[in-house]
């Protein structure tokens, strides 16, 4: 298994600001995963981020609004860009270590 | 491309009801299917998983087969505690790869005492 953590656990933030959230593994994986749950929706999986190379967006999403880093084999940021209502989410990473997916507590973000 | 359909919630039962969760997919190989559970407040965690037809995942007293025949993954248990409340995801992944989960729409849970 994995032990993930991640940093907020939760904000309330302005319209036209940026949240940078962190999220910590406790061993060293190849690939870590940004998700995004909306209000009493399912998840929706933003990109890939492998270490050592740009992330992998998935359709919807986009670089300059969701930049994410991958600085080493255990940590990722995914940054919330120019933010909206409609940001007002649960993101969460996530790491495949051995064929089975394993998340973060998720960050909460509410966008006033 | 692949899919998962759940259920449709909420579904609200009282203490020591049987429960069942129903899941089907579509794949265009042999997926793994997975259920995940999110407790109020929380991230997600694989409650259980099998990866090809016939198995059964088990975990807490909860229990799905895979079923190929028909395409499902039903989710299922005995005697639901108050504890058990929370959102159950569906989800899948092409077979040999847990990397690309696509999930189903979640169905919440409610146990009444």
């Known amino acids: 298994s994995a032990v993930i953590s991640q940093k907020p656990s939760r904000d309330i933030c302005q319209r036209g600001t940026s949240l940078t959230i962190q999220c910590q593994v406790d061993?060293?994986?190849?690939?870590m995963f940004w998700y995004r749950q909306q209000p009493g929706q399912s998840l929706t999986l933003i990109a890939t981020a492998n270490q050592g190379s740009e992330a992998t967006y998935e359709s919807g999403f986009v670089i300059d609004k969701f930049p994410i880093s991958r600085p080493n084999l255990t940590f990722s940021t995914l940054t919330v860009s120019n933010m909206s209502p409609e940001d007002s989410s649960i993101y969460l990473c996530s790491v495949v270590p051995r064929e089975t997916q394993y998340f973060g507590p998720g960050t909460r973000l509410l966008v006033l | 491309g692949d899919s998962v359909t759940q259920m449709e919630g909420p579904v609200t039962l009282s203490e020591e009801a049987f429960l069942t969760i129903n899941c089907t997919y579509t794949a265009t190989g042999y997926p793994s299917l997975f259920w995940y559970v999110q407790y109020p407040g929380e991230g997600l965690q694989l409650l259980l998983k099998?990866?090809?037809?016939?198995d059964k995942g088990s975990n807490k007293g909860f229990e799905a087969t895979y079923r190929k025949e028909t395409t499902s993954f039903h989710l299922e248990k005995g005697s639901v505690q108050v504890s058990d409340s929370a959102v159950y995801f569906c989800?899948?992944?092409?077979?040999?790869?847990?990397?690309?989960?696509?999930f189903g729409s979640g169905t919440q849970l409610t146990v009444l005492p």
């Open positions: 099998a990866t090809k037809a016939d």
């Open positions: 989800a899948l992944s092409l077979s040999g790869s847990a990397r690309q989960l696509t």
């Open positions: 061993s060293q994986v190849t690939m």
